[in-house]
């Protein structure tokens, strides 16, 4: 079967740095994608991991352990801009099909 | 870089009327397209995969009578919503993938509201 877990909210304050974590047990894997939805809004690609380890885009970090099933999506220097939800999703074998967490509903806090 | 375009952005209907929702690949070809329905504040929940040439693969619980999906093109793929009711009212985004891209490229999203 297919589950991927994230928190449901978290608040930070502006300038700050916060962590959001991600657990998936999927019966594939070929990648883990970081996505940022702002409310009435499409999702917009923010990083992509298929490699243990940690990616670095600018104030955005992405870090993958794919024994432990876990990422995390690091935002650092927070700005008000970045209130928004933060999907994590897993791109099964057969790297068409894509299964999305439930989403995490982040505010930045002046 | 990839671009897909997905029309209307919002549309309002009465009850009981269809409405039908486009997705476009402006700059490749999208062999396999996406639809995806959004309630307010949930994720993404994947309705159907969409293959150019072939009758669409419908998740379950989805009612595919309800929800007419046509990819006609390698550009193009419609979602109809047949005789809507006011439990259809929802985001719904389609993206679309290809070899040459990693992630899914999303449309902007449709919000469709049925009075």
């Known amino acids: 079967g297919q589950n991927i877990d994230q928190p449901t909210e978290m608040t930070a304050t502006e300038g700050a740095i916060v962590q959001i974590n991600c657990t998936y047990q999927?019966?594939?894997?070929?990648?883990l994608f970081w996505y940022q939805q702002h409310a009435g809004e499409a999702p917009t690609f923010l990083s992509y991991?298929?490699?243990?380890g940690l990616e670095e885009k600018g104030r955005f970090s992405s870090f993958l352990s794919r024994s432990k099933g876990y990422s995390y999506l690091l935002l650092k220097e927070l700005q008000m801009k970045d209130s928004a939800s933060y999907l994590c999703?897993?791109?099964?074998?057969?790297?068409?099909?894509?299964?999305f967490g439930p989403g995490t509903r982040l505010s930045v806090l002046p | 870089g990839a671009v897909v375009s997905q029309h209307p952005s919002w549309v309002i209907c009465k009850s009981g009327t269809s409405v039908k929702i486009e997705c476009r690949s402006l700059?490749?070809?999208?062999?396999?397209m996406f639809w995806y329905r959004q309630f307010p504040k949930q994720s993404l929940m994947l309705m159907a995969t969409?293959?150019?040439?072939?009758?669409?693969?419908?998740e379950q619980g989805v009612e595919k009578d309800k929800f007419l999906i046509n990819h006609a093109s390698l550009t193009l793929s419609t979602l109809t919503v047949t005789s809507a009711h006011p439990e259809d009212s929802s985001f719904y985004i389609c993206?679309?993938?290809?070899?040459?891209?990693?992630?899914?490229?999303f449309g902007s999203g449709t919000r469709l509201t049925v009075v």
């Open positions: 993206s679309a993938t290809w070899p040459q891209i990693d992630g899914y490229t």
């Open positions: 999927t019966s594939g894997f070929n990648g």
């Open positions: 991991n298929v490699l243990d």
């Open positions: 999703a897993v791109r099964d074998r057969s790297g068409q099909n894509f299964v």
């Open positions: 700059d490749f070809q999208a062999t396999t």
């Open positions: 969409s293959n150019e040439g072939s009758k669409a693969t419908y």
